[in-house]
Structure formats: structure tokens, C-alpha cells
């Protein structure tokens, strides 16, 4: 069995990788659509990484469900929190393979900190469509178990959003309604706000990303006749978008700014959550599966000439 498995359909290619299930490539005319990793230099910065059992941080790497206080370990020492979960460098067992499409699975035991077991299987798919991903989580234990999750591309349009940004060459839009507040931690401080009026108001028509800053959870999506909420980066000649099925009621942006070399202000992520930032602690929209109970989320990429 490979480390890495290969998919094509159309004019779309994709490198799904065994270790944390992660999406290594995702092009189109051999165009990058997603910032790309191999396991021999990455994945940086969570690049194309599965987040679960919860995305985002959880301050101090503690928190309290259901009476019982739990510590995770804290991986993200600028915001002294634990972040994007427990299985992106776990080894996940592929169930079903062919040339559009790869289902792994996980069959996760818990963790002092999460003492909570899980079966979470992902199919990764490509079509005419692009790539759709489905995720299924199943409690496999004895007790209610918290649970978030999401995931973590990076959009591209193959050369540095801020050398395109410069020449005023980049667009966004995001169908989002309102924005979390965070402190100076990242975490939430306070309601969520609605966009309409401040600088985080990406609501369609699309706007030039000139020199934006994001590193943001948004809520309150705006959905289409299918369910789904967008984000789309245009460029010269073509436009990356993101779609969130039904039950990705959150979206964190970021527009790298932290990263450094060349990696600073170079993508997107574009990540689609079932839950905002610390929702082990606030309860936010998070997901409480009950002994054998299952929760399933879809979200896809795709391209679009313009």
C-alpha cells in the first residue's frame, strides 16, 4: 500500500496522503490550486491538513466537558493553545481506491487529554466538478464525546497573493455574515459581529485583497440553492473557489501574514469549521455525538476560468 495516492479526472490531478489524510496537491491544467507539500518538506503550517477532533485552538490546552476538567498538549506556543487537533501525523488505512477517488479511515483511541474514541473515515473525490471531500465521524465509545472538525487548505493562484495584491490583480469574496472578535490569544472575545460596515465585509461583489490582514472566523454564511457557502480568490485568467456543504457553519481566513520568507502573504487558507475558535470551552456550535452516533460534512475546491 502507498504512502500517497494519486487521483485524476479531467483536467483536475490531486496527491492524498496517507499520514493525517491530508491533501498534498490539488491542480487543474497543471495550474496549483491548493500550496502544495510532500512529506519530505512539509506540511508547514498545516497546509492541506484534517482537523480533528476540533479545529482551530483550545486556550491553554484545557477545558471541561460535561463536569470532567481534560489537558491537551499546547502545540502552538504564540498563542499558548492546542490547535487543529490529533490526527493530521496519524497513519489512516485506505478502504476504497481508484483513479477519481480514495476512502481512508482512522480508527482513533483517544488521548489522555481526549479520552474519547472515534471511527472517522474521508473520501476524497475528483470530478469534471473539481475535488469534493466527505468526512464521517462516528463515536465508537461508551460515552458522549465533544467534536469539531475541519480542514485546512491553503487557496492559490500559483504566484504570491501580495506580489499580485501589488499590482492590484487579486480578488476575494467569502458568502460570510458575521465575524468573531478575538483577544490578543486568538481567542474569542466576545459575539460574533456582523461584516456589514468594517473591514472584514467580503460579501459579494468581489473586492481587491490589496492589503487586507486575515486571521479570521467567520459565521453566518450566506448559502446557495445547494447549502453551500463560497469563497473565491481571483486572478488574472482564473478565479480558486471553496464551497462548505451544510453543517460547515464556520470559516476561519488567513491570509498568511504570520508566515515568514517567502511563504509570507503567499496563500490563503481558506478553512471550513463545524465550530469557531476554543468551542471545547465556549460549547459553541460544537458537535456532542452520543455512543454509536455518526455526523457527516462535505466541502470541495474547484476552478473556474474567468
Known amino acids: 500500500m502507498g504512502e500517497v495516492f494519486a487521483l485524476r479526472a479531467g483536467e483536475y490531478r490531486a496527491r492524498i496522503d496517507r499520514i493525517g489524510a491530508g491533501l498534498q496537491e490539488l491542480t487543474w491544467r497543471e495550474r496549483d490550486l491548493v500550496w502544495p507539500y ?17 479545529p482551530n485552538r483550545v486556550g491553554s490546552g484545557r477545558y471541561t466537558f460535561q463536569g470532567t476538567g481534560y489537558r491537551l498538549d499546547v502545540n502552538d506556543d504564540a498563542t499558548g493553545s492546542a490547535i487543529h487537533g490529533l490526527v493530521n501525523d496519524l497513519e489512516w488505512v485506505p478502504l476504497e481506491e481508484s483513479e477519481e477517488a480514495v476512502t481512508l479511515r482512522l480508527d482513533f483511541a483517544g488521548t489522555s487529554g481526549y479520552p474519547f474514541p472515534l471511527e472517522l473515515t474521508v473520501t476524497y473525490r475528483l470530478g469534471v466538478d473539481g475535488l469534493s471531500v466527505t468526512t464521517a465521524a462516528r463515536n465508537t465509545g461508551a460515552a458522549e464525546a465533544p467534536f469539531g472538525l475541519g480542514f485546512h487548505p491553503y487557496l492559490t493562484l500559483g504566484t504570491p497573493l501580495h506580489e499580485l495584491a501589488e499590482r492590484g490583480e487579486v480578488t476575494v469574496e467569502a458568502t460570510v455574515g458575521s465575524y468573531q472578535p478575538t483577544d490578543s490569544r486568538l481567542l474569542p472575545a466576545g459575539d460574533p459581529v456582523p461584516v456589514a460596515g468594517s473591514g472584514f465585509d467580503l460579501r459579494p461583489p468581489a473586492r481587491e485583497l490589496g492589503s487586507t490582514v486575515l486571521d479570521t472566523a467567520f459565521t453566518d454564511l450566506e448559502r446557495d440553492a445547494d447549502g453551500c457557502a463560497w469563497v473565491r480568490l481571483g486572478g488574472p485568467g482564473h478565479r480558486v473557489s471553496l464551497w462548505c456543504g451544510p453543517g460547515f457553519g464556520w470559516l476561519q481566513l488567513f491570509t498568511s501574514d504570520t508566515l515568514g520568507g517567502g511563504l509570507h502573504r503567499a496563500h490563503l487558507a481558506a478553512e471550513p469549521m463545524t465550530c469557531p475558535p476554543d468551542a471545547l470551552n465556549s460549547g459553541r456550535d460544537l458537535l456532542v455525538l452520543g455512543p454509536g452516533e455518526s455526523v457527516e460534512r462535505a466541502f470541495g475546491i474547484l476552478a473556474e476560468q474567468l
Open 38 to 54: 510532500t512529506r519530505g518538506e512539509g506540511p508547514l503550517a498545516f497546509q492541506g491538513q484534517l482537523l480533528a477532533p476540533w
